[in-house]
């Protein structure tokens, strides 16, 4: 069923039109790695402070307020252009293993996130100044640090196609992982 409307999304002119674009799909490719670099990179900047690793000088909340506007902006962007590059060929992306994985460290990114700004900054007038900071802070800056820095890495790997589904054989593993609709032999 997701897959049958996958290839009726896939096969609209307008998906048709984005992937073959001469200047709209790498326009869109081109902003979608950009708001990364602008989303990641702030991100990462405030894991750092949160593991207690870099800018320890300055108040975690100055630190947030600061670069927030940066980081929410860069994943509007982000979330736009990505939608976008998916729309442009949605079955290849849905079978993708590296998608796949992507898409299950941005659901766990998206709850580190919503567990950070729900409980743990609500305390920030505890522990603005701690060095280290508190065990919790820095558990959410660890896990959103390697989880984008994984993002990144298997957002990366999709480009690749090692494990398309019309490459077979592949390992059993691999064709259930991808969703792979084999034909029955």
Same mark, same amino acid.
């Given at each position: 069923?997701?897959?049958?409307?996958?290839?009726?999304?896939?096969?609209?002119?307008?998906?048709?039109?984005?992937?073959?674009?001469?200047?709209?799909?790498?326009?869109?490719?081109?902003?979608?790695?950009?708001?990364?670099?602008?989303?990641?990179?702030?991100?990462?900047?405030?894991?750092?402070?949160?593991?207690?690793?870099?800018?320890?000088?300055?108040?975690?909340?100055?630190?947030?307020?600061?670069?927030? /506007?940066?980081?929410?902006?860069?994943?509007?962007?982000?979330?736009?252009?990505?939608?976008?590059?998916?729309?442009?060929?949605?079955?290849?992306?849905?079978?993708?293993?590296?998608?796949?994985?992507?898409?299950?460290?941005?659901?766990?990114?998206?709850?580190?996130?919503?567990?950070?700004?729900?409980?743990?900054?609500?305390?920030?007038?505890?522990? +603005?100044?701690?060095? /280290? /900071?508190?065990?919790?802070?820095?558990?959410?800056?660890?896990?959103?640090?390697?989880?984008?820095?994984?993002?990144?890495?298997?957002?990366?790997?999709?480009?690749?196609?090692?494990?398309?589904? +019309?490459?077979?054989?592949? /390992?059993?593993?691999?064709?259930?992982?991808?969703?792979?609709?084999?034909?029955?032999?």
């Amino acid at each position: 069923m997701i897959h049958d409307f996958l290839t009726w999304l896939g096969s609209t002119e307008w998906s048709v039109r984005l992937l073959e674009s001469l200047w709209v799909w790498p326009l869109i490719e081109s902003t979608h790695v950009l708001s990364i670099a602008l989303f990641v990179g702030s991100a990462m900047m405030m894991d750092l402070r949160l593991m207690g690793v870099r800018f320890g000088t300055v108040r975690a909340s100055d630190f947030t307020s600061r670069l927030l /506007p940066w980081t929410r902006g860069g994943f509007v962007v982000m979330v736009i252009t990505g939608i976008l590059v998916f729309y442009s060929n949605p079955v290849r992306y849905y079978h993708n293993i590296f998608f796949r994985l992507k898409m299950i460290l941005m659901v766990v990114a998206g709850l580190n996130i919503w567990l950070f700004h729900s409980r743990i900054h609500n305390r920030v007038a505890d522990w +603005d100044t701690a060095a /280290p /900071p508190p065990r919790a802070a820095r558990v959410a800056g660890l896990v959103s640090f390697a989880s984008w820095t994984l993002i990144v890495v298997f957002g990366r790997l999709i480009a690749y196609n090692w494990f398309d589904c +019309d490459l077979q054989p592949q /390992p059993g593993f691999v064709n259930w992982a991808s969703g792979c609709m084999l034909p029955a032999e």
